[in-house]
């Protein structure tokens, strides 16, 4: 199940990279920062698609498996904080 969340994640995310990243410049990667960006994004009503998208925008994505990776791993240790992030990453 959690390898089926993160394919699912990084088919989001890739999804939206090619729209966006003909415009913008992708910037590092920022798990934290990622995290905290997805989880004000969920409480703004949006979808997660979307709260990819302003991550991708805020340029705290470059784009790799890797930084997925990271951002999930970050929203588990963020979870008590931020926990609409936390539960779309891991729990849906």
């Known amino acids: 199940m959690r390898a089926l969340n993160g394919l699912l994640l990084l088919a989001i995310a890739l999804s939206v990279l090619p729209s966006s990243a003909g415009s913008l410049e992708l910037g590092p990667c920022e798990p ?15 979808t997660l698609q979307q709260a990819m998208q302003m991550m991708i925008k805020a340029k705290v994505f470059e784009g790799s498996k ?6 999930r791993e970050t929203s588990m240790s963020m979870r ?5 992030a936390f539960q779309s990453l891991w729990l849906n």
């Open 32 to 46: 934290t920062e990622a995290v905290k960006i997805i989880d004000t994004s969920l409480g703004q009503g949006k």
């Open 66 to 71: 890797a930084c997925i990776t990271f951002i």
């Open 80 to 84: 008590d904080s931020y926990p609409r």
